[in-house]
């Protein structure tokens, strides 16, 4: 009999940002454009953002699909949630929640990971972006552009597109296909 995987402790990843909570959603959320805090990926769905619809973070050329998931929750401007699978990883998928809370002077955001498979490669990849996530995001909507560091991440990471693996390949992972994770 196969043991169930266990799971890591929820991480919360927070940041204060400077914005009204629309600006902050509204970055967040963008479909069809670089979102340098998500590592230069575009999000694309068959649609639009909402409950059920399949997305991916995909390259600006669209050759390959990193993460793809389901939207779980969608309710503008407070709180984004969606299933979350590597796609160059063969761990099961997870869930990444975004919790926007006004407070006096911008926004409380919240990156939250939950049932992410402990001991895992994604829980390892999860543990390192979150911080870049939420440093980067705060950063892009208070000043335009994300920090020096980030920028030059970017800016190597866009190079290496062509030695990315076969597995993360966008026609290996169709929105029918992500539909059913």
């Not at 967040?28 to 990926?41: E, H």
């Not at 597109?161 to 597995?167: C, F, V, Y």
């Amino acid at each position: 009999m196969t043991q169930p995987t266990p799971m890591a402790e929820k991480a919360i990843y927070k940041t204060f940002i400077a914005a009204p909570i629309e600006t902050v959603w509204a970055e967040l959320v963008k479909t069809d454009a670089v979102l340098p805090f998500f590592f230069g990926a575009v999000c694309k769905t068959p649609g639009v953002l909402k409950v059920g619809v399949p997305m991916a973070m995909q390259t600006p050329s669209g050759k390959n699909r990193s993460v793809v998931g389901v939207v779980l929750e969608f309710t503008p401007p407070h709180r984004y949630s969606h299933s979350f699978k590597f796609t160059n990883y063969d761990d099961p998928p997870c869930t990444v929640t975004y919790d926007l809370k006004e407070v006096e002077g911008g926004v409380e955001f919240s990156l939250i990971t939950t049932n992410v498979p402990r001991d895992t490669k994604t829980e390892k990849s999860m543990k390192q972006g979150g911080k870049f996530i939420v440093e980067t995001l705060k950063s892009v909507v208070e000043t335009g552009r994300p920090p020096s560091v980030a920028r030059m991440m970017l800016g190597v990471m866009g190079l290496f597109e062509p030695l990315a693996p076969k597995a993360s390949r966008s026609e290996n992972w169709p929105f029918d296909k992500i539909e059913n994770l």
